[in-house]
C-alpha cells in the first residue's frame, strides 16, 4: 500500500519537474531568439512575455465577455450536436435501412474542414450567432455520431437476442438495451466532440467579432500581438481539455458498471 | 625565372577566381503583394506581371555578379504580409495606414525596424473606403445606421474610416452603434444573407460589393474628410544594405504607374484577369478622375494619416506605443527614384489633381472641360471607355447605343458636388427643366441639390426613363 | 411450499418439430446445420440434446427460442407455430446475458416489466425467484459482483419469473469448473420441480445429460439428424450417486459409441442460438 502511495506522489513530481523544464527551455530560445536553421525561436514570445499578457488579460473587465460567449457557441454547437449525434447514431446502427440513407450524405460531408463551411455558413443562417454556433456544432457532430454508431453496432448481440426473450419491445430494447449497451463509446465520443467544438471555436469566431476568446485570439493576430496570441491558444487549449475531461468524469459517473471492469490506466 | 612567374600567375589567377566567387553572391527581393487590394497594384500586380523589377534592378557596380531571387508572396491583409516580413520571409510589403504603422510597431517590439517608403494610391478626401448595406436594406445614409450594428476588418484603414465617421454624426462609437470585426471575405457572405446591418470596408470592397449586386453604398469615405492610402514599406537594415535595390523597385513602381495612366483599361482587365476583381471596378479607382489617385509623394495629408493611424490604434488601446513619424516615413529613396527616372518629385508632390481626363466627348465631339460632370460608358467588346461632358450626354448616348445593338458594361458618373466617380446604376440624380443631369452619391445629397437648384429627383433607371423621354422623336 | 408454488403447468410446453431443417450462412457460405429432424417432447418433460460439436444442437435451440427460422418443416409449441422470441420461451446461454449496468434483482425484473408490471410487484416476484435460486442475500448485487455460478443463477431465475412454457438451456453450466457444476446441476433439478417448465438442456456432457434429463437425444455430426433417443431410467428425485450405478456406465458406454464419430477433418466449432459460430464470453 505504501509503495502505491509513494509511485503516486512521485509520478507526479515528475509531470511537474518535466513541465516545468519545458518552460525553461522555451525561455531560454526565447530570450536568446535562438535560430535552429529548421525552426527558429527569434520572434517566438518567451513564457514570461506570455504570463504578462495573460494577467492583463486575467485583469481586463472583457475577459468575462469573451469566455461566456465562446461557451455560449461551443454549448449550443455542442449541445445540438450531442442530441443529434446521438439520436442518428442510434438510428444508423440499429437499422440498415438507416444506414443506407443517412450515412453517404454525412460521409461525404465528413472530411470538410471548418474553414470551409464559414461561407456557407455565413449564407445559410440568419445571424452571426447562429453561423457560428453551426460550426461548432459540425466540429462537434462527427466523433459523437460515429463513436455512437460504433457503440450500438457493437452492444452484445446476446444481450439483445435475451431481452427479446425476455418480452422487450424494439423501443424497451432500444431504452434499456442499446443505450446502456453502446453509453461507454458514446461517452468517448461526447468527450471528443467537446475538445473537437473547441478547436472549431477559434474559426467560427472568425465569422463576427467582437468578443470571445477565439476572436481575442485572432484580433492578437490582426495586431501583432504575439504573446496575446499565445494566450488566446492556451486558453482555449485549457477550456477544451478541461471540458472534455469534465464530461469524461461525468460519463465514468454515470457508467459505473463499465470503468471498473478490466480498466487499467 | 619562369618558374616564379608562372607561379605569381597562378597565384594571381588563383585570386582573382577567389574574389569572383565572394562577389558571385545571390540578393533575395521577397515581395509581399496584395493583390486583390487593386489600389497597391503599381506596388505588386503590375511589377509582377509585368516583370519590371528584373528591368530596374541594379547589374552594375556592387551589383555586378549578383543572381537576384525574385520571390513574389500574395496575401489578403496587410497584418499577414507584415507576420511574414517579421518572420524574415519577405522584403517589401504593401498595406495601408493603419496595417502600416502596425507594422512599423511590430518591427520596434522586434528589435528592428521597418520604413515607409513611398505612397501608392490613396485619396486625401477618403474615397477607397466606403460604409455598404445590403441590396434589401432601406438604409439610405449613415444617419439611419444608429443603434445598430456595422462591421469592419479590424484595425484596418477602414475601421479607422468608420472611427472618423460616427464621430463625426456625434455619436459615441462604444454606445451609438455596435462595431464588431469582420474580414472582407466573410462580409460579402453576410451582406448576402442579410445577415449583418451594414459593413465599411476598405478598397475595392466598398464599390465591389455594390458592383456584384448585393450591397449598396451609402458612405464614402470623402464624407469624413480624412486621408487614406495605400503604401509600401521596407525593412529598414535591407534598404541600407541595398539602396540600389529599393530605388529600383520604387522605379518599377513610378513605370507601373505611367503605364496605367496611358491604358487605364489595359491594365484594368489585367488586374481583374489575375485578381478576379473585375475592370468596372478597377478602372473606377485608377481610371481618369478615379475614385483614388496613385500618387507617389508623401503629401502631408498622407503623413498626417500614419501618425492619425497610430494615435486612433493606441487610443483603441490596441496598440502599446507610438512611433517616430519622420523616421518611419522614409523620403529619401523615391526621391531618389523620381530622380533616375527623369522626374520631378516635388512637382508631383505640389499636384493635388486626380488623374487628368484629356479628351472629347464620345457624342458631340467637344473638349471635356469640366471634371465634376463628366460621365463615362464602357461599352461591352470596346477596348477603350467612352467619355461624355455630362450625365445626360451619356444617358442619351445610351439609346443610340442600344439601337445599335450594343451592350454596356458600366456607365460611370461624377459626383456634382464631390467630383468622385460613382456607378452610375447605384447612383441618384437630379434633372433640371433644361435637361441637364446632375449625378450624387446620397439620395440625400440629390434632394438638397433639387431644392436649392430645381429639378427632379431620380434614380437611375428613372434618369435612363427622363432622357429616353425626352429625346423621342429626335433621331 | 405451497400448492400455488409449484406452479406447475403440466399441460403446457408440448414440442412438435416436424421434418426440421435449418440452413445456416449464406450465398456460397450456406450450409445446412440441421436436418430433417422431428422430435416430440411432453409438456413438462427434461430433454438433453446431446452431440457433436457443430451437429446443430445449439442451432436447432435457437430455432426453438424463436432466433432463428427454419428452412422446411414446422415447429410448434403447444400447438401454435414458432413465430420469433417469447418469454414463453425463455433462453439461457453459456456465458450469462445479464445487462451489467441493472443489479440482480433488476435483471430478474426485467421481464415482468416487459409485461407492464409495477415497480413494487416485480421487485418482489424478482426478489422470489432469486430467493429460489439460492441468491435472496445478493439481489442488490450486479453482476460483476457476481461469481460465474451466481451469474447463472441470475440468469436462470431471469427466465423462470416469466413463468415460460419451454426453459431452453445452451451449455449453461460448461463455463463453470467442475465443482459449481455438479451443485448447479442439483439446484436445476431442484428449481425443476417446483417450477414445473419443459426444460430442453443442451450439453458435451454426458455425465450431466444422464444425471438431469428424462429423455437423451443423440444428434449426427454437420449436418445434424437424429442418431437416437434414450429413455433414462432413473427414479427422481435424483442422487449424485447414480453415477456409481451399473446401468449408469452402460448408458455412458452406449452414448460414447453413437458420438464416437469417424474422424474425417477436424471438429467442427461450436454453434450459437443466434446462428453464428464461436460464441464467445462479452468482451467488456
Redesign the interface.
Known sequence: MALTAHSGASRWILRLVSIAACLLVWQAAARLRLNLGVVTF??VPAPTDVLEAAIALAQSPKLLDHVTSSLGRVGMGYGIAAVVGIALGLAVGRSRRAEDVLLPPLEILRPIPAVAW??LA???????EA?MIYITFIGALFPILLNTIHGVENV????I?????????RG?ILR??IL?GA??SIVTGLAIGMGTSWFCLVTAE?????FGIG?YT??S????NYPDIVVGMVLIGLLGMGSSVLLRAIGTRL?P??S???ARR | MRRKSLFSVLLLAASSVVTAAQSAETVRVAVGTQDTTINTATGGLIIRELKLLEKYLPKDGKYKDVTYDIQWRNFTTGAAITNDQIAGKVDFGVMADFPGSLNGVAHEKAGRKSIFITVLQGSVKGSGNGIVVPSASPVQSLSELKGKTISVPFASTSHGLLLRAVKAQGWDPEKDVKIIAQTPEVAGSALQSNQIEAHADFVPFAELFPWRGFARKIYDGSQANGPTFHGALVDAAYAEKYPEIVVAYLQAALEADRLFAEEPEKYSELIAKVAGVEAEVNYLFHGPLGLQTRDLTWKPEYRQAVGTSIETLKLLKKADQGIDIDTFVNERFIKEAFKASGLDYDARLKSYDQLALKAKDAATGEEIKDPKRVAQIWVKDEPLVRHYASAENALKALKTLEAEGKTIRVLYAQDRNSGIKLLGAQAWFVRSESGEVSAFLLKEQAEAWAKTNGGKVLDYPGARAAVLASTKGHP | MSGRERLARPELGRIEAVNVSIRLGQGAHAFEAVQDVSIAVEPGELVCLIGPSGCGKSTLLGALAGHIAPASGRLLVDGAPVKGPHPDRGIVFQHHTLFPWKSARDNVAFGPKMRGVGKADRRRQAGEILELVGLGDFADRYPKQLSGGMQQRVEIARVLVNRPRLLLMDEPFGALDALTRMMMQELLLDIWSRVRTTVVFVTHDIDEALFLADRIIVMTPRPGRILEEIRVPFERPRATDIVAAPEFGTLKRHCLELLRVRPDGAPLPRLSPLGFEADHAPSS
Open positions: 527569434a520572434n464559414i461561407p455565413v449564407l445559410m443562417f440568419p445571424s452571426s453561423s452484445d448481440p446476446r444481450l437476442a435475451s431481452a427479446q426473450s425476455l418480452g422487450g419491445t424497451a434499456e438495451v446502456p453509453a461507454p472568425m465569422i463576427s467579432g467582437q476572436y485572432w484580433e493576430y490582426t495586431l501583432q457508467t458498471w463499465h471498473a471492469a478490466g
